[in-house]
């Protein structure tokens, strides 16, 4: 599992050009992946959600564009250099009022039991020290008998394109971000951890382990990206 500090200490480095490299690595992608969380959430009708670890914003951002504006939506993150660029983000849209950004743990999250319809979380699942211990901890925020989880991760993708796959992330992609952020480290131990992480199947697993049901996983771009979603 992925050390909290070095984690915390990564994304910090790369904040300011986060954005930047995710649409230009991605190839834009990216945008259609949280468009596809937002449709997903938008049909359970959630009145509050939690988008944990979100980074700069831009899932917490897309989730009020597309839900009603009385949905309360807390975009939380324990890294404060992305919440900063997050909140920079929405002075300069100058709206957003149902949105606010806190800092929290998703090993420990500042939360009520039982106080959250909806959490997502978006590329952030396979960055907590403690894959399970964070899926618990979502399970006790989201309220019974009907609150939502939706994650939104990369997964491994179709046996045709593993070999092409693991070329770009692990050559290819440290080297372009390297360019765009200054630090090929980042993205190095992106494409390990991609590498590393379970496949639809087992993470469903892990979902049911944690005391989540009726646990779903659909496979995007040729399974780069897997969407999961699960009731309490």
Excluded at 9 to 35: E, H, K, P, Q
Excluded at 192 to 198: A, C, D, V
Aim: hydrophobic fraction near 40%; charged fraction near 25%; include cysteine.
């Amino acid at each position: 599992m992925p050390d909290s500090l070095a984690v915390n200490t990564m994304f910090a480095r790369i904040a300011r050009r986060y954005d930047l490299a995710n649409r230009l690595l991605s190839g834009g992608i990216d945008g259609w992946w949280r468009r596809r969380l937002v449709t997903a959430v938008r049909e359970t009708h959630p009145r509050s959600i939690l988008d944990l670890a979100t980074g700069s914003g831009d899932v917490a951002f897309a989730l009020a564009r597309d839900l009603p504006a009385d949905t309360d939506i807390i975009g939380m993150d324990f890294c404060q250099p992305m919440l900063e660029e997050a909140e920079a983000k929405k002075r300069r849209a100058g709206g957003y009022s149902n949105v606010r950004f806190c800092p929290g743990d998703g090993l420990s999250l500042p939360l009520a039991d039982n106080s959250i319809d909806a959490v997502t979380i978006a590329f952030g699942l396979r960055n907590m020290a403690d894959r399970r211990r964070a899926l618990r901890e979502m399970h006790r925020v989201l309220r019974q008998p009907h609150g939502r989880l939706f994650v939104l991760e990369f997964s491994q993708p179709s046996k045709w394109l593993r070999p092409i796959y693991y070329l770009y992330i692990r050559r290819v992609l440290p080297r372009l971000a390297g360019f765009i952020t200054g630090d090929r480290a980042a993205y190095e131990y992106l494409g390990r951890t991609i590498g590393e992480f379970p496949d639809r199947d087992r993470l469903c697993v892990e979902f049911r382990d944690s005391g989540f049901s009726r646990v779903s996983a659909s496979s995007l771009s040729f399974g780069i990206v897997a969407l999961h979603a699960a009731r309490v």
